[in-house]
C-alpha cells in the first residue's frame, strides 16, 4: 500500500486549518497530514496541532520557501498538496489519488471550478486564463488551471523538482518541471469554495500577477533560451530596420549616408541583435545537456507502478 503525505502551507490560517486537517483526515484516514506554518502571528500551529497534524516552521517567508522545505522532508510514495485555508474539496483526494495510481502519473492537478461567486475572483479568474494561456504557447502543453495550489504527486516527482521561485510563483515552476521532463500528467476538475470568516487572502492581484509573470519569462530563458533570445533579436532587428531601413535605400541610390548617427545606431542594433541569438544557439545547447541531466536524475527515481497493470 503507497504511503500518503498530505502536506499544508498556510500562514495566518487559525480560521480555516483545523477544518482543513479534519477534512483531509476523513478523506485520507491513513496519510500522513503536515501543516508547514510560515511565521504565522495566530494560534494557526496550536490549532493544527490539535487537529492531529504534524507541524513543522519555516522561517523564510514565501510559499516556495514552504515548499521547498516540505519536498525535502517529507518522505512518502504519493503527496497530496493544498493549500492550509480549507478552500479545496479534501473529498476529491481519493479520486486524483486513484487517477495518479491506475494510470501510473507524476502529477494530478486539482482544477478549480469555484461553487461560490465570492470563491473567485472575476480579476483572478481572468489573470490565471491570461497566465495559463501563456505557459501553454510557451511551453506547448493544454493546461485549463495552471495555478491551482492543489496537486497529487508522485515520489519522483517531489524528489527531483529543483525549486528558485520564493512566492506563488511556485505553481507555475511546478507545470513547466513536470512538462519539460515529460512527465505523464493529467487534471481533473475539483470544488473551489469560499474562504472561511477570519481567513483572507494572501494573494494580491496585480503584484503577484506580475511576479507569476516574471517567473514565466525566466523560466522561458532558462528552459527555451533559443526562443527567448531569438525573440529579442528578431525585435532589435525590426527596430534597426525601422530606423536604418530608409537610410539603405537611399545608399544605395545615392552612394551617400545622410544621417551617421542614426546609421551607426541601426547598425549597433543589428550587431546586438546577432549576439543575442548566438547567445540563444549557444545556451540552448547547455539547456540540453542540463535538461538531459535532470531527466536521468528523475528516471533514477523510479517511477508509480500502475495499478492497471
Request: hydrophobic letters at 45%; one cysteine or more; charged letters at 20%.
Amino acid at each position: 500500500m503507497s504511503e500518503i503525505a498530505v502536506i499544508l502551507p498556510c500562514y495566518n490560517e487559525e480560521a480555516a486549518i483545523a477544518n482543513t486537517v479534519r477534512a483531509f483526515r476523513e478523506a485520507l484516514p491513513q496519510a500522513q497530514i503536515y501543516v508547514y506554518d510560515n511565521n504565522s502571528k495566530d494560534r494557526t500551529a496550536e490549532v493544527a496541532r490539535g487537529a492531529g497534524a504534524i507541524v513543522r516552521t519555516e522561517i523564510r517567508q514565501g510559499k516556495g520557501n514552504v515548499m521547498r522545505r516540505m519536498f525535502a522532508d517529507v518522505e512518502a510514495d504519493i503527496y497530496v498538496l493544498a493549500d492550509g485555508d480549507d478552500t479545496y474539496d479534501a473529498s476529491a483526494a481519493p479520486a486524483m489519488i486513484a487517477k495518479l495510481e491506475d494510470e501510473g502519473l507524476d502529477l494530478v492537478t486539482g482544477r478549480r471550478i469555484h461553487t461560490e461567486a465570492a470563491a473567485y475572483r472575476a480579476g483572478h479568474v481572468l489573470g490565471n486564463r491570461m497566465l495559463t494561456g501563456l505557459t501553454s504557447l510557451m511551453f506547448r502543453v493544454r493546461l485549463l488551471d495552471m495555478l491551482s495550489g492543489y496537486r497529487v504527486m508522485s515520489r519522483r516527482f517531489v524528489k527531483s523538482f529543483p525549486f528558485t521561485a520564493a512566492g506563488f510563483g511556485i505553481e507555475t515552476e511546478l507545470t513547466v518541471h513536470a512538462v519539460r521532463l515529460m512527465m505523464p500528467m493529467a487534471e481533473v476538475d475539483t470544488k473551489y469554495k469560499e474562504r472561511p470568516a477570519g481567513s483572507a487572502s494572501k494573494l494580491n492581484t496585480y503584484r503577484d500577477g506580475f511576479r507569476i509573470l516574471f517567473t514565466i519569462l525566466q523560466l522561458v530563458r532558462e528552459e527555451r533560451p533559443f526562443l527567448f533570445f531569438g525573440v529579442i533579436a528578431a525585435l532589435l532587428t525590426a527596430i534597426a530596420l525601422a530606423f536604418g531601413g530608409s537610410l539603405l535605400v537611399e545608399f544605395i541610390d545615392t552612394g551617400l549616408v545622410p544621417r551617421l548617427p542614426t546609421a551607426l545606431l541601426a547598425t549597433g542594433l543589428v550587431i546586438i541583435a546577432f549576439l543575442s541569438l548566438m547567445t540563444g544557439l549557444i545556451l540552448d545547447t547547455v539547456t540540453r545537456g542540463r535538461w538531459e541531466s535532470k531527466r536521468m536524475a528523475y528516471l533514477a527515481l523510479g517511477g508509480p507502478q500502475s495499478r492497471s497493470q
